[in-house]
């Protein structure tokens, strides 16, 4: 497939033909055609114009279609007169692309793919969020909150006791410290971010504002409590970077946590040593993305990559990345020997672990030994349903299509398909997290570079 002259034109054009009628047409059982951002019958009918995916199981909706189309238009405005963004007469050649394709994002909110019911990811459905007398935590959504840290952060994270208090009970049923106040609502914000809902994402904000209320008394006395206190916001900086610094939030818990290991009294050393694995997972996540350099030296003991164990696994995959960063080449090895990637069966699509640890399975990879197949496959994990995202997503999907994209093309040494899997998920991804972190825009505009060329004229990288 030639996608030199445009942002994959052959392939959008094929894309465009190839909608799936929508509802209301097979409702009614009238033809549909593949018009932008609408159908004419839905047009004249003033409805919104949604077509079902059979791949993702869910709807979405031609306007985010019609969206996505102006915003790569507009990264070459001088070839978007001659290609406008109705109708197309390419060939039906796909009815879907796969999978990861850019068609499975859902419009209706500004967050990653929905859940459906219909969806079999053993995803619980969030309970409904009463904000008649101001959103309070019942009961039912502080367990079903607790159940999304446990499952989505602290399974890879693990440095909070969620077993012990303030987490057992809702905050308004007992009088509590601001210590365990500070705690408790910041896993409620950061829980609320591992739920794709607009309603959680407001809760979040609330849940937020109060705990910062209580930051400077849960963060005084320098133990270990102050050090969970900030990796608790760390983790939450990874969601929403413009409520906090991630850079000096790291700083600060690495020398905290050194500080306590050499002047602390055993307890304390001992409390530390059990969650530094965290520690270091969280720092090399930061460090390593934005080729910022550590402060930890790295864990003790074997490493273990049973992706059963997702906190000892990812902390394993964190330190073959330090090893690699700091000159250490052998690392490539020891990931290709410890890691079946070649496999089928750890394609994102077909592995049973969460994609965010998959995701730094392929990340790991990357920065060691990167090829075409796996920043394909790393970007294929971040359109997975399952996926929640990170502002660092954006800065390795960058990565993933800067290193796809700027290969030279050879038609007889690149699979045209799986370009074009790829130029589709970088889109969506990119496209997703700009609208959650502004700054993800300038990756994106970045990323056009190579495929579209620049303003001031040189040619695109992917010919």
Same mark, same amino acid.
Request: hydrophobic share 35%; glycine share 4%.
């Given at each position: 497939m030639d996608i030199s002259g445009s942002p994959s034109r052959n392939f959008l054009d094929e894309l465009l033909a190839s909608?799936?009628?929508?509802?209301?047409?097979?409702?009614?059982?009238?033809?549909c055609d593949p018009?932008?951002?609408s159908c004419h019958n839905c047009s004249k009918a003033a409805v919104e114009c949604i077509f079902y995916d059979h791949v993702r199981e869910g709807d979405v909706s031609r306007s985010y279609i019609a969206s996505l189309?102006?915003?790569?238009?507009?990264?070459?405005?001088?070839?978007?007169?001659?290609?406008?963004?109705?109708?197309?007469?390419?060939?039906?050649?796909?009815?879907? %692309?796969?999978?990861?394709?850019? #068609?499975?994002?859902?419009?209706?909110?500004?967050?990653w793919p929905a859940y459906s019911a219909h969806q079999p990811l053993c995803e619980a459905e969030p309970p409904v969020i009463r904000w008649e007398k101001g959103p309070g935590i019942t009961p039912e959504i502080h367990k079903f909150l607790i159940d999304q840290y446990l499952s989505k952060v602290d399974c890879i994270y693990p440095f909070l006791d969620l077993a012990a208090s303030p987490f057992t009970l809702p905050s308004h049923t007992y009088a509590s410290s601001s210590w365990e106040q500070f705690m408790l609502l910041l896993v409620y914000a950061t829980a609320c971010h591992c739920v794709n809902h607009d309603g959680y994402r407001t809760l979040a904000d609330g849940?937020?504002?109060?705990?910062?209320?209580?930051?400077?008394?849960?963060?005084?006395?320098?133990?270990?409590?102050?050090?969970?206190?900030?990796?608790?916001?760390?983790?939450?900086?990874?969601?929403?970077?413009?409520q906090a610094n991630t850079s000096q939030l790291i700083g600060f818990a690495a020398r905290l946590a050194m500080d306590i290991e050499q002047h602390g009294d055993e307890e304390q050393q001992a409390m530390?040593?059990? +969650?530094?694995?965290? +520690?270091?997972? $969280?720092?090399?996540?930061?460090?390593?993305? #934005?080729?910022?350099?550590?402060?930890?030296?790295? &864990?003790?003991? &074997?490493?273990?990559?049973? +992706?059963?164990?997702?906190?000892?696994?990812?902390?394993?995959?964190?330190?073959?990345?330090?090893?690699?960063?700091?000159?250490?080449?052998?690392?490539?090895?020891?990931?290709?020997?410890?890691?079946?990637?070649?496999?089928s069966s750890w394609h994102p699509s077909e592995h049973s672990a969460h994609p965010n640890v998959l995701a730094?399975?392929?990340?790991s990879f990357m920065l060691v030994d990167p090829n075409l197949t796996l920043a394909c496959g790393l970007l294929s994990c971040y359109v997975q349903a399952r996926y929640r &995202?990170?502002?660092?997503?954006?800065?390795?999907?960058?990565?993933?299509g800067a290193f796809v994209f700027?290969?030279?093309?050879?038609?007889?040494? +690149?699979?045209?398909? $799986?370009?074009?899997?790829?130029?589709?998920?970088?889109?969506?991804?990119?496209?997703?997290?700009?609208?959650?972190?502004?700054?993800?825009?300038? #990756?994106?505009?970045? %990323?056009?570079?190579?495929?579209?060329?620049?303003a001031a004229g040189n040619p695109a990288r992917v010919h």
């Open positions: 909608l799936p009628a929508c509802r209301r047409c097979r409702q009614n059982k009238r033809r018009d932008l951002p189309l102006r915003e790569l238009q507009d990264a070459q405005p001088a070839e978007s007169a001659n290609h406008p963004a109705g109708r197309t007469s390419a060939p039906n050649t796909y009815r879907y %692309i796969g999978p990861r394709a850019c #068609l499975t994002y859902n419009t209706y909110s500004h967050a849940c937020h504002e109060r705990a910062i209320k209580h930051l400077d008394q849960a963060t005084a006395d320098g133990t270990v409590a102050s050090l969970q206190a900030i990796l608790l916001l760390t983790v939450y900086s990874f969601f929403q970077p413009q530390v040593q059990r +969650i530094y694995p965290a +520690i270091f997972s $969280l720092e090399n996540k930061f460090v390593t993305a #934005l080729d910022r350099p550590s402060l930890l030296p790295e &864990p003790t003991g &074997p490493l273990t990559f049973d +992706i059963a164990s997702p906190s000892d696994f990812v902390c394993s995959l964190h330190r073959i990345q330090s090893r690699f960063r700091n000159a250490d080449h052998s690392a490539a090895t020891l990931l290709r020997q410890s890691v079946p990637i070649d496999s730094v399975v392929y990340e &995202p990170t502002f660092l997503t954006s800065h390795w999907a960058y990565k993933a700027g290969i030279p093309s050879n038609p007889s040494a +690149i699979d045209s398909t $799986l370009l074009a899997q790829a130029f589709s998920d970088c889109t969506v991804v990119l496209e997703r997290c700009s609208q959650r972190w502004p700054s993800s825009k300038l #990756l994106k505009r970045a %990323i056009g570079t190579f495929l579209h060329g620049d």
